[in-house]
């Protein structure tokens, strides 16, 4: 079992709240990863990083900021949510070796719905 | 365009029974190809990694299989149970850059009937 958390599990806010997702690993894993879901859609990649203070916007363009201050900690923070945030959250983390990317160990999401 | 298709979107089985779900791409230069298993509410966990010299893997009921002149694989699950009800994606990984770049298909939901 993966050593990856995520909180919240699930997050229901008022637009214009200001909302942070948390994940944290314990495999001491340089790569890490936020992914956002949509039903019945693919991952797409928000933001990812290589390391302490290292972090890279991702495939799809997110008003979401990340920060990566330790290691094992990487938050995604949304200063004012809106509907349109809406959606499945997910973190993960993998080591990289000879330019390819390993495993990815995903948290079990949170489920973020902005009203 | 590097891009990963999957089918059927979805499936229905009756447990016991075998299904076998398919993966295109057209990601070059390939270095692999793995496939995860999603359950509702969680995240994704890898079940197989097939890198370009194999052609099959098993892992318990579950065998992939590679085509990487085709660039087709299959994952192929055997004797079913109701907790292979998932969805199943399939995530290929280039070798064109120092990232590892990862390209998602969208999912096979299967769901398995007693």
């Known amino acids: 079992e993966a050593d990856i958390y995520q909180t919240p599990r699930y997050l229901v806010i008022g637009t214009g709240k200001k909302i942070t997702l948390e994940c944290s690993q314990t495999m001491g894993h340089d790569k890490m990863y936020w ?44 200063e004012s949510a809106r509907p349109s945030h809406t959606s499945q959250y997910l973190c993960a983390s993998s080591v990289v070796a000879g330019g390819n990317t390993g495993e990815l160990f ?10 | 365009k590097n891009q990963v298709e999957q089918s059927p ?25 793995r ?14 990694i097939m890198t370009f010299s194999e052609n099959t893997k098993s892992n318990g009921r579950y065998t992939a299989t590679l085509d990487a002149d085709t660039k087709q694989s299959s994952l192929h699950i055997t004797a079913s149970q109701l907790s ?10 280039d070798r064109g850059s120092t990232l590892g770049r990862l390209y998602f298909g969208r999912g096979t939901q299967l769901t398995v009937w007693p």
């Open chain 2, 9 to 33: 979107q979805s499936l229905i089985i009756l447990e016991g029974k075998n299904c076998t779900l398919q993966c295109n791409y057209t990601v070059s230069p390939f270095s692999n190809l």
């Open chain 2, 35 to 48: 496939w995860y298993k999603q359950d509702t509410g969680r995240g994704p966990v890898s079940l197989t």
């Open chain 1, 106 to 115: 995903f948290g079990e999401g949170s489920r973020l719905t902005v009203l």
């Open chain 2, 84 to 93: 292979d009800s998932a969805s199943y994606i399939c995530v290929v990984s």
């Open chain 1, 35 to 78: 992914y956002q879901q949509d039903p019945g859609m693919e991952l797409h990649l928000i933001h990812y990083s290589y390391g302490v203070n290292s972090t890279e916007k991702g495939d799809l363009s997110s008003e979401s900021t990340v920060s990566r201050i330790r290691t094992e900690h990487f938050p995604l923070t949304l």
